[in-house]
């Protein structure tokens, strides 16, 4: 059995699928326009199996002890541990590994625990959602996490601290997403620059009239347009992070909140 290793060029979404196929098949490495999973059908009209670090690790296991022994852990419908990358507002920012099903909390607990009280956490990567310290106790499962309007995406969980401002974290994060298009296409070379903007210019504070209303707009002329699914996750953020600092966003309509966003590992 032979191995290569192809070393990609660095972009948040040359990690996709496709564009993952596609680095390694000589082509250019940016995501695919939608169509068929690589699984079903890629370059050469033949199925790629596209998985990470984490899966083959846990096949690795699966292997070497077996199937009874990896359901010993985890849920019956989702077997096994989960990686968890946890910082923001932790004592002992790092990966943690947890039992499928744990609570949202558990991963916090993991880290050293909170060291400010929070006021949400981003869960499944800059592409992910914002939830509420209210389901801290939602377990750390897909179904799970669907059923609170969160995904686990990529396995990143990050904690606001109540001194941070959530609108100018979520307005770094989502520039840097803008930054980041693969410029295939309208919705991601146009659409999210002027989302970010908007965010940004709401998380300044004293924004333009019409601000949200533009924001809604752009957001919904950009969801489900795009040649990847990039767009789709930044829009997602966004809409998430108006729900969870719904308060936030009206002191910024009448001035600030006195808070500056978190550092939250975004590349300047």
Do not use: K, M
């Not at 192809?6 to 979404?13: A, C, M, N, S």
Request: aromatic share 4%; charged share 15%; with cysteine.
């Amino acid at each position: 059995l032979g191995v290569r290793v192809v070393q990609l060029q660095p972009g948040y979404v040359r990690s996709e699928a496709s564009a993952v196929v596609s680095a390694v098949t000589g082509g250019r490495g940016l995501p695919a326009a939608r169509r068929r999973p690589q699984a079903e059908r890629g370059p050469g009209g033949r199925p790629w199996v596209v998985q990470n670090v984490e899966t083959f690790g846990c096949i690795g296991l699966l292997v070497r002890h077996g199937l009874d022994w990896y359901q010993q852990v985890g849920t019956a419908d989702e077997p096994g541990t989960r990686l968890l990358t946890v910082t923001g507002a932790v004592h002992r920012p790092g990966v943690v590994e947890l039992p499928v099903g744990a609570p949202l909390r558990a991963a916090l607990r993991a880290a050293g625990g909170a060291t400010r009280p929070l006021q949400a956490l981003l869960v499944g990567g800059y592409a992910g959602r914002w939830l509420a310290p209210e389901h801290l106790d939602v377990p750390l499962t897909v179904d799970g996490i669907r059923a609170v309007g969160g995904t686990l995406g990529a396995g990143l969980v990050v904690a606001l601290p109540d001194t941070a401002c959530g609108l100018a974290t979520t307005a770094r994060v989502v520039r840097y997403l803008a930054s980041q298009s693969a410029r295939q296409c309208g919705p991601c070379t146009n659409g999210l620059p002027a989302v970010a903007g908007a965010v940004e210019e709401l998380a300044a504070g004293r924004p333009s009239p019409g601000v949200l209303d533009r924001l809604s707009r752009w957001c919904g002329l950009v969801t489900g347009r795009g040649a990847c699914s990039h767009p789709d996750g930044a829009v997602a953020l966004v809409r998430s992070a108006l729900e969870t600092f719904a308060d936030d966003v009206q002191q910024h309509l009448a001035g600030d909140c006195g808070r500056s966003g978190l550092d939250v590992g975004v590349p300047a």
